[in-house]
Each structure stands twice: as C-alpha cells, then as structure tokens.
C-alpha cells in the first residue's frame, strides 16, 4: 500500500516574547524634585530609576524640563496558534513538494 496517512504539524505553538528597550512612562523634571521624590512618587525604588536612566549616576543634578524613563514596556506573549493539515502521500511525492503544497517548510 503506497498510501500513507501523513499528519504534518504545519505551526508549531511556540510562544515567543517580545521585548521592547522603549519607555512607556516619563517623567517631566520640575524645580525642587529629586530622584528620591521622583522614585516615591512613582512607587519605584531607586535602583529601578537609576536602571532605566544609566546616566542620572553620573550627573549630579537634575535640570527642569529633563526627561525622565519611569517603566518600560511590558514584555507581550504572542501565542501561535496550532494547525494540524491530514495529507495523504501520493506516489511522488516528496517532503518539498507537500510542503509546498500546503505553505510550510520542510525544515
């Protein structure tokens, strides 16, 4: 019997992160604020501050009007759905000509 049953997992579930070096929150420097007020304002402790801002270490004042990266973007979940295509092997054919068949790659 040259007919087989293939079952071809044509996407894998893979859940794949994405993570972002972009700042979704700021905070706009005002004469009088410090990095301390900053932080308690914010609920952030200062070593998150000086993490999201590497170069407030080496400066020692803040300046009015000065921009500041409160939190970053949140890591997204991109689930992938599952698709399972039944084909049945024909005399033939070949692992690229199903893939090319049903849109996947061999690999």
């Known amino acids: 019997m040259n007919l087989f049953t293939v079952?071809?997992?044509?996407?894998?579930?893979?859940?794949?992160?994405?993570?972002?070096?972009?700042?979704s929150t700021y905070h706009i420097v005002k004469s009088g604020d410090s990095l301390w007020?900053?932080?308690k304002k914010y609920k952030i402790s200062l070593r998150e501050l000086y993490k999201l801002n590497p170069y407030l270490r080496k400066k020692k004042?803040?300046?009015?009007?000065?921009?500041?990266?409160?939190?970053?973007?949140?890591k997204k979940k991109n689930k992938v759905q599952r698709k399972f295509i039944v084909y049945k092997v024909?005399?033939?054919?070949?692992?690229?000509?199903?893939?090319?068949?049903?849109?996947?790659?061999?690999?």
Do not use: H, N, W
């Open 7 to 23: 079952l071809i997992l044509s996407i894998f579930s893979l859940t794949t992160f994405v993570y972002s070096a972009e700042c």
């Open 37 to 39: 007020r900053i932080a």
């Open 61 to 74: 004042f803040l300046k009015p009007g000065q921009k500041i990266c409160i939190s970053k973007l949140k």
């Open 90 to 107: 024909k005399k033939g054919d070949s692992l690229i000509k199903i893939a090319k068949k049903i849109g996947v790659k061999v690999s």
